[in-house]
């Protein structure tokens, strides 16, 4: 079967650090993977999505960036984190486009203090 | 671009009765495909429910069903004999048939009442 495992769980960082939140995925080859930020109480808003290696298409530039070194991770990062990064984020994964449901990973809550 | 609309910000419901949560995309393309997806307090992210956009028949799945308009681009979701674990967030979303990346409206919060 497949898992998605995504860490940290929860993470506190002051404006202007540099941020790096991993994913991996076990049990499958070739996902589709992506990359989430939920603002408190409101829906999820898509950041980025890569459909192999190296192939990163991002949805909202700001200051983020993803990268995927490996099939099967895929890494959301920063140089300079803002107030406005707060949030909770969310890696999921899914075989191929069409009707394959994405699969979710537990979540991470930053916090920009 | 792709949107997905759910209007109710936040819904109640007694326990064992039937709720309707409300969606609706906007999109020029003819075959998708549509989920529901439910978040409980623990902020899992669970797969309620899918629609093929070519299929007349709507989706059921034990006490989740849909009413699938497509003409409308109506999406709703029905919950019948709701039960306290069903008190969640409910997200609604897309996804072309071509695409790759899947598009979530901004969600209902559902508390079902004891």
């Known amino acids: 079967s497949q898992t998605i495992h995504q860490w940290p769980a929860t993470l506190v960082q002051p404006v202007g650090s540099p941020l790096s939140l991993e994913c991996t995925v076990e049990g499958t080859s070739n996902p589709n993977l992506y990359w989430y930020r939920q603002a408190a109480g409101r829906g999820l808003q898509l950041l980025f999505y890569s459909v192999g290696i190296g192939q990163i298409s991002s949805e909202v530039p700001q200051n983020l960036s993803a990268s995927r070194p490996q099939d099967r991770q895929f890494i959301l990062s920063s140089k300079k984190l803002l107030l406005s990064d707060s949030g909770f984020y969310l890696c999921?994964?899914?075989?191929?486009?069409?009707?394959?449901?994405?699969?979710f990973g537990n979540g991470t809550r930053l916090t920009v203090t | 671009a792709q949107t997905v609309t759910q209007s109710q910000p936040e819904m109640s419901v007694q326990e064992a009765e039937t709720v309707t949560l409300s969606c609706t995309y906007d999109t020029s393309e003819n075959n998708y495909y549509l989920f529901w997806y439910k978040q409980p307090p623990s902020r899992q992210m669970i797969l309620v429910i899918r629609?093929?956009?070519?299929?007349?028949q709507n989706a059921t799945e034990n006490r989740f069903s849909v009413n699938f308009q497509k003409a409308a681009k109506s999406f709703s979701l029905k919950i019948s004999d709701s039960q306290l674990g069903d008190t969640a967030m409910y997200f609604c979303a897309f996804r072309g048939m071509g695409n790759n990346d899947m598009r979530f409206g901004a969600g209902t919060r559902l508390t079902v009442k004891p």
């Open positions: 629609q093929e956009a070519y299929k007349q």
């Open positions: 999921a994964w899914s075989r191929d486009r069409g009707n394959s449901p994405l699969h």
